[in-house]
């Protein structure tokens, strides 16, 4: 069966002429025309509508496939075959930036979209893209999964420009078991400016094991300016003068907290 054949029959299954069918998709009746009699294929965004409309996907508009499966309902040995429902895709006919409006479906596409494998502005699904994306493995400029990757990311394993994971790695702050970033804040934290238990920095480290140019430390420190924790009156002072003359000036905005750290 041709695509042209499939589209006829599911046209005739709703009862619709091609007047009618072309008004739904705000075509004409010569483009239904051409696509029933294979002259034409439709484009993507009908190919989503007519799935909608038809209630099937757009693999079996394409291909054939879904409804051969479906009608394979005879019988084995005397008895009748159990088939699982399928979990139909849905989409708006609405549209909004290109993309419908709405898309439900195990491989769904929308501005607002939900599905298995889900791509849009905000997206939910198992593996998820877009501008705010929740999903199991998520890509997004505001991104949450267990491995996620985004501007603002939380996750497992994390990476983005603030991340925040148990293993984490960002470009401008991280906070997580492992942190690695320019700021970091974890229990193994290496970075510019790092806090951890095991700390590793360029320009201050704090923790219990720390190194760097100010080093500050509970149990085992190294550095060109190193102290014990608790601080002596005056160190924190000090080490922070130290810090302030030579922490780059993309850091700077680092200060404030760092003085509240050293207790001043």
């Not at 409309?53 to 479906?70: K, P, Q």
């Not at 040995?77 to 898309?103: D, V």
């Amino acid at each position: 069966m041709t695509i042209g054949e499939r589209l006829t029959n599911e046209r005739k299954k709703l009862g619709l002429t091609q007047e009618d069918l072309g008004a739904k998709l705000n075509i004409s009746r010569q483009a239904i025309s051409k696509w029933e009699s294979d002259i034409s294929l439709p484009d993507a965004a009908n190919l989503i509508k007519l799935s909608s409309l038809f209630s099937c996907s757009i693999d079996y508009i394409l291909n054939g496939t879904e409804r051969e499966e479906e009608k394979k309902t005879g019988t084995e040995n005397g008895a009748t075959k159990s088939f699982r429902p399928r979990i139909k895709e849905k989409h708006s006919e609405k549209t909004l930036m290109g993309l419908p409006l709405w898309s439900i479906g195990i491989n769904s596409k929308g501005f607002f979209s939900l599905g298995f494998k889900s791509q849009g502005v905000f997206s939910l699904g198992f593996v998820s893209r877009g501008v705010c994306s929740l999903g199991c493995f998520s890509m997004g400029g505001v991104s949450i999964g267990m491995a996620s990757l985004g501007l603002f990311s939380l996750g497992s394993f994390s990476l983005g420009l603030l991340s925040l994971g148990a293993i984490s790695v960002g470009l401008i702050a991280s906070l997580g078991a492992i942190s690695i970033a320019p700021l970091s804040l974890g229990a193994l934290s290496v970075g510019e400016v790092s806090v951890g238990a095991y700390s590793r920095g360029r320009w201050l480290s704090y923790g219990d094991n720390a190194k760097a140019l100010v080093a500050i430390g509970k149990s085992k420190v190294a550095g060109d300016y190193t102290a014990f924790l608790p601080l002596k009156k005056g160190e924190g002072e000090y080490l922070f003068s130290v810090l302030k003359e030579n922490i780059p000036f993309y850091l700077k905005w680092t200060l404030g907290s760092i003085k509240h750290l050293f207790g001043i």
